[in-house]
């Protein structure tokens, strides 16, 4: 089944973010697919609001993760593949435990680690439509 959700503008973030946490249900490790500039950082920061992250909530481009805490004390898990080049990079810093905790995996940049990724990984494109606002899409 295909889903889509527009977001027009950013008032609508937070809406669309609680429409998407309750359309994935139980998925626990979403790939954000989109170009530079999307607003991938941008609707993850609304997730885990949503979520109750009172931590600030920012892209790991250098870290390669980021921890947050929601409301109910469960995991956060907030990667930017961005850097990564290789394989073995991802494998350095221990993503497969991240991916098999059970915990909620956001990751920006999953082309960049896509061999390692599980099949159960929910994959989500968000487009820029001519008139500037954002389509997340996903199956």
Known sequence: MSHEIIIKSLEDLDQAAG??????G???LVAFYAPMGAGKTTFITAL??????EDAVCSPTFTIVNEYLSATGDSVYHFDFYRITKPSEALEIGLEDYLYSGSLCLMEWPENVEDLLPDET??????VLPDQSRCITWE
């Open 19 to 24: 429409e998407f946490l309750q359309q994935i």
């Open 48 to 53: 885990c609001n949503r979520l109750g992250v």
């Open 122 to 127: 929910l994959k989500v494109q968000i487009s």
């Open 26 to 28: 139980e998925n626990r």
